[in-house]
């Protein structure tokens, strides 16, 4: 048998014909790249909630246990210990319509900062496009995102959330997120690989951020000129439109204006960074 | 695949540079000496490489330990970028070095068979096609379910050879695996390469074992602190290469 280009299997099975030209590669030739690659993503992705729903006996419990018990607690402390001047009726509904993002945000920063120093074998013995790592587990933490809206409709119904048609909201909330977290991924995951002690930074920098970040609170609640600074958080405006369906409020579109802005120059920067350090990233994992 | 007179691989003014010095900076040091800073502590592991290796050719890479043979090699599997000069590969490539590294500890050796397969770009039909052939290769059928860290270091390898001289690409890259297993398995792997070979695949064989890159190879590439010193017929390439081992006894 020789290796003639008409043979079906080997053009079906062969790696992207593309010459692999390191220098000059483009911008647009690495977004195109990882298209070229999403069965492998598919894989990973498809592996990793194998190992979170199928290996343990309560794999979905897992995924929706933190934000619900954190729900159960932020709502037992602002409603029976404080008496509560924030958020919007049904409280509980609308810090579960915040908790879940911010769970999906929290979980994907943290293991995307890692994605490229936790994989190192794979990423040492495998000549896929670096960024699927990190692709890898923002699509992950998204999946169970999804996977965990159920419990946010069931408490919406038992709780009678004014919902209406803004729940259509949720699929340009998810994608905004997806975008958001991608960018800080592609920026963190190269930077830890190189200076190992900032993934600690990170998880300092979110836990601090979850005050930031209009969860237990609506941004119109923080007084006077701040809930300015508070709409300026990226993340503010996809858990507005995360809760958009579940209340009667007007959508605040300037949120989502600077969600939407904020994460375009995430990923243009993300990006950049990430191609410009995967040199030496290579060689040090 | 491209026409004849392309070659498969082409590597120019290839250099590579490494930091000797500690492998991981802290935040501390970024701050205070700046990530600027030039480090003395460099060593360039490959200068100045160049060749081309047309569809089918047979490429031995001789030298002795840490003259760069194994940063070639992660070159042309595109696990590794040059800090200089330009390395095309137009072909699909079925890397035989770090072969378990691949592989996931707490997953099946099935589900590890699936994974590596489809990372390196096998298609799930011809997964499923060659899946039997696969586990016949490695001799593993009873413990397909178990998890891959489980196994011996000479299963891991078995499997993890099984899978990647499996992949059908046209460029197969080797790195002292045959290093490792028994003989059985040894003889099993030549013959594996010895087909693969025959099929018009282009190989690219790192060892140190004279009489495999006598058999396998008639083009021999000579590495001497990164350089590349000598480039033809293997068996010239091996005389020059004893020649330095004489110089150096």
Request: charged fraction near 20%.
């Amino acid at each position: 048998m020789s290796l003639r280009e008409a043979e079906a299997p080997l053009t079906t099975i062969a790696a992207p014909p593309a010459p692999r030209t390191w220098r000059g590669a483009s911008v647009q030739a690495r977004p195109t790249a990882l298209w070229q690659r999403r069965r492998a993503i598919r894989l990973l992705v498809a592996r990793d909630l194998k190992v979170r729903y199928a290996s343990s006996a309560l794999g979905y419990l897992w995924s929706v246990l933190e934000p619900l018990l954190l729900a159960g607690i932020y709502w037992f402390i602002f409603t029976q210990v404080f008496t509560r001047t924030v958020g919007a009726e049904p409280y509980i509904v609308f810090l579960l319509a915040g908790l879940l993002p911010w769970t999906w945000f929290n979980g994907a920063v943290i293991d995307a900062a890692r994605a490229l120093y936790s994989e190192a074998k794979l990423v040492r013995s495998t000549n896929v496009p670096r960024e699927v790592w990190v692709v890898r587990v923002v699509l992950s933490k998204g999946v169970e995102f999804l996977l965990s809206l159920p419990v946010l409709f069931a408490f919406g119904f038992a709780y009678r959330a004014p919902l209406d048609w803004h729940l259509v909201l949720l699929v340009p909330g998810a994608v905004l997120m997806a975008a958001l977290v991608l960018g800080i991924g592609l920026l963190l995951a190269p930077m830890v690989v190189l200076v190992r002690d900032l993934e600690r930074v990170v998880r300092i920098a979110l836990r601090l951020g979850f005050y930031a970040t209009p969860v237990i609170f609506a941004v119109s609640d923080v007084p006077g000129r701040l809930s300015t600074v508070f709409a300026l958080n990226p993340l503010a405006g996809v858990i507005e439109l995360t809760r958009a369906g579940f209340s009667a409020e007007p959508v605040q579109w300037s949120h989502v204006g600077v969600s939407a802005i904020a994460a375009v120059v995430l990923l243009v920067v993300g990006w950049a960074v990430f191609a410009r350090l995967e040199r030496a990233v290579l060689k040090e994992i | 695949m491209g026409s004849a007179t392309e070659p498969v691989v082409s590597v120019d003014g290839v250099s590579v540079r490494f930091h000797r010095g500690r492998r991981h900076r802290s935040l501390r040091d970024l701050l205070i000496r700046g990530e600027g800073g030039v480090r003395r502590d460099e060593f360039w592991a490959l200068r100045d490489i160049g060749f081309q290796i047309q569809q089918g050719e047979t490429v031995g890479v001789v030298g002795r330990n840490g003259q760069g043979k194994s940063t070639l090699l992660k070159l042309i599997a595109g696990v590794l970028l040059p800090d200089r000069g330009t390395v095309d590969v137009r072909a699909g490539v079925a890397p035989l070095i770090e072969i378990t590294g691949g592989f996931v500890a707490d997953l099946t050796v099935r589900d590890n068979i699936g994974l590596t397969a489809g990372l390196h770009g096998m298609s799930r039909a011809a997964i499923a096609e060659r899946f039997d052939e696969i586990v016949d290769f490695s001799e593993i059928e009873s413990f397909l379910d178990t998890p891959y860290k489980h196994l011996s270091s000479g299963m891991k390898v078995r499997v993890a050879f099984a899978v990647v001289s499996r992949l059908e690409q046209p460029v197969i890259l080797v790195d002292e695996v045959l290093a490792v297993g028994d003989k059985a398995f040894k003889r099993k792997c030549h013959a594996r390469i010895e087909e693969m070979v025959a099929e018009g695949r282009t190989l690219f064989l790192v060892s140190h074992s004279d009489g495999d890159l006598r058999r396998f190879c008639a083009r021999g590439l000579y590495l001497r602190e990164g350089r590349l010193v000598g480039d033809g017929p293997m068996d010239e390439v091996l005389m020059a290469y004893a020649d330095e081992i004489r110089e150096s006894a």
